[in-house]
Structures are given as C-alpha cells and as structure tokens.
C-alpha cells in the first residue's frame, strides 16, 4: 500500500484473511480488517472501508482490546467525515472519548475532539468546533506534540476563512506552514 501497489495489498490483505479465518485467529483478523480498510480509505472507498472498520472493531472489543478498537473508530470517524455524516462523525467521536475514558489515553481523545472540530464545522456551529479545537489543542500541548498541534491549528486556519476572517486564517496557515516545513 505505502507503494501504491494497492492491487497488490487488497489481494494480499484478502489471502491474509483467508488463512486467518481457516485457523481462527480473530484479532490478527481485526488488524488485517484495519489494514484493509487503510488502503480503501487511500483510495476513497470510505464505504467498504467502512464495512471492514465495524467488523474489526467488533473482533477488538470481544477480545478485550479496546486500545486497538479506538484506533479503529477514530478511522471510522475519518471516513465519515469524508461522507459528510456530521451527527455519526459526533456520535462516533463521543463513543471514542467515553471509551478513552475509561481506558485513560488523552492522545485519542485530542483526535476525536479534532474530528469532532471538523463535524461541527461541517455543520456551521462554528462556536462548537472552535470549542472542540481549543480542548484537542490544549490536549496536544500537554503532550507536547507539535505535529498535531499543528493540525488544529490548520482546521482552526479552515474555520477562520469560512467565518470571513482571511487574514488571520492566512496568518495562521503561513505559521503551521513553516512549522511543518522545520
């Protein structure tokens, strides 16, 4: 797939699949699913990944692996937010922050919230996703993660320009653009 030859990593992920079912080994099925469902997202096909995404993150929660039924949904929260599935994106979102919750990961929560951000703007309530983007970039700057850091502050650079505010949108996109650059 990081190739491109996503032929060859459906077709391989797919044989994967077989033999895994043939010996039951269910949460190796779960991450060949999310790996799958990786190289359809790639390729736009949010739905069959989408397809794949439910299934593993079924397989993960039945085996007691929540971490990797995060990483899952936050995908899944990706591929909605690609359909324009606004209120499934926030319903999803509030799951994985639940979850997080009681798991105790921050990191995932500051991800949701950011998808949650993207929803919501989606939707015009803009005083919500600049909520939601303040919370994920405080979460981020606890961690001290300045690649993620960066990107609220490029959707906060998205939600400026809609709301008309150009120049600071410009100001901000030119400073995460440099940052990104270093």
Not at 2 to 16: D, K, S, V
Not at 131 to 141: E, K, V, Y
Request: proline share 1%; hydrophobic share 45%.
């Amino acid at each position: 797939r990081n190739l491109g030859r996503f032929r060859a990593a459906i077709a391989a992920n797919e044989h994967a699949l077989h033999l895994l079912e043939r010996t039951n080994q269910k949460t190796e099925i779960g991450h060949v699913q999310q790996d799958l469902a990786a190289t359809y997202v790639m390729l736009g096909r949010f739905n069959e990944a989408l397809l794949l995404l439910d299934q593993a993150h079924d397989t993960f929660m039945a085996d007691g692996r929540p971490l990797d039924a995060i990483e899952t949904d936050l995908v899944t929260s990706y591929c909605l937010l690609q359909l324009r599935r606004f209120d499934d994106v926030l319903e999803k979102c509030r799951g994985v922050r639940m979850l997080c919750a009681e798991v105790g990961r921050q990191r995932e929560v500051a991800e949701a919230l950011l998808n949650e951000a993207m929803a919501h703007s989606g939707q015009q309530r803009f005083d919500l996703a600049l909520g939601a983007l303040t919370d994920a970039r405080a979460i981020f700057q606890a961690e001290d993660n300045l690649v993620w850091m960066n990107r609220v502050d490029i959707e906060r650079a998205a939600l400026l320009q809609v709301q008309g505010q150009h120049r600071e949108s410009l100001t901000l996109a030119l400073r995460c653009m440099a940052e990104f650059e270093r």
